[in-house]
């Protein structure tokens, strides 16, 4: 049994190219019921209305819908960074996409999308009076929008990008490279992740969304 488990840890390893796991949260072996509590004592922040968001463990999964049209985000901040972080695998999903969204007739709004913060360094937004804030790569699984393809908000223009990982419903595996990314996207020495978090935002669209998340995992370079 021993040899096994050894076995299975090394092809785990090669894999991975050799990383370490640096920080993982795993959804799927929690009770189903109500979210905040648990996400509470893990360290997570509820920001704009993602209260309003029914956080809730379902069938192995954080589950996450609106019928209205909020926009909410939900996520952990690292008091002293973590360092040398290569990429990250997210097992998420969608189950129901706004109607609306449209990122190329700049109806940005997502069923389910992951901010990845990098380093402390500020950037302004662009326009005078909201905040500015550090780097950020993003990536979301958009109904209408092309996979691989990197887009730019309509804020943050020069700090801030997001990637479509995926156009279609139902459970995805996405492994992000948040080391290269940044390094093609900012040109730049890649900074400690500071913080990461998942939104939903169905302004201006129809019908609501629902989402889900299994497990985040982030590998050393």
Known sequence: MKKIVLLLMLCGTLLMGG???LYTLDFS???????MAWMQAKGFQFLLDSKE?????????LTFETKDSIAGLFGVRFKNGISNVGSVLIEWGVEKFPKGAD??????????GAVFVMGKE????????VKSVPYFLAPFIGEK????????????????KYYCVSDKAGLKKTRFNIDQKFKTSFGA?????????????????????????KKITFYSK
């Open 189 to 213: 020495k890649v900074p400690a992740l500071t913080a990461f978090a998942f939104q939903m935002n169905t302004k201006n669209t129809d019908g609501g969304a629902k989402a889900f998340i």
């Open 19 to 21: 990383s370490k796991v």
């Open 29 to 35: 072996k929690q009770k189903d019921g109500d979210a």
């Open 103 to 112: 990122w190329s007739k700049g109806n940005n709004r997502v069923a389910i």
């Open 145 to 160: 929008e092309s996979v691989g393809k990197q887009y730019t908000g309509k804020l943050y223009k020069k700090s801030g």
């Open 122 to 129: 500020r950037f302004t937004s662009g326009i005078p009076f």
């Open 53 to 61: 968001l029914n956080l809730r463990f379902s069938k192995g999964r």
